[in-house]
């Protein structure tokens, strides 16, 4: 891994668990069935991971942050227009496990929203 967790300029993925083990066997993550309807992997910035939870996995349990090193990506990453106009990351082809910097734990709290991480 070449950066450690927490930087600013990561992106973070919200996946199910059973989905990123079957991700680390395999040595790749293809998506989740939305990702695959849209054609992309969906990431958000540090900046924009709390609204997408609430927007897209509220009360979800069993889910996983990948902490993703962008620079490891190349190419197939894309910054486009989505929620409100703002740029979010686009992964056009599969993730590879060794761009992932970490994978956090994303319970639910007492109050049904999704605690994250200390340095988000």
């Known amino acids: 891994m070449t950066a450690r967790p927490g930087n600013p300029g990561h992106i973070f993925h919200m996946c199910r668990r059973g989905e990123w083990d079957a ?5 790749s993550y293809p998506g989740s069935s939305q990702d695959l309807d ?9 900046a924009q991971v709390r609204e997408s939870a609430a927007e897209h ?8 942050l990948l902490e993703v090193d962008p620079a490891m990506l190349g190419k197939l990453l894309k910054w486009e227009p989505s929620r409100g106009g703002l740029l979010f990351p ?9 761009a992932v910097v970490a994978a956090h734990a994303l319970p639910l709290g007492e109050d049904g929203q999704h605690v994250f991480p200390d340095f988000l």
């Open 23 to 27: 991700a680390k066997e395999g040595g």
């Open 90 to 98: 686009h992964l056009y082809g599969p993730l590879p496990v060794g």
């Open 38 to 46: 849209d054609g992309f992997i969906h990431f958000s910035t540090a």
């Open 57 to 64: 996995r509220a009360g979800q349990k069993g889910l996983v």
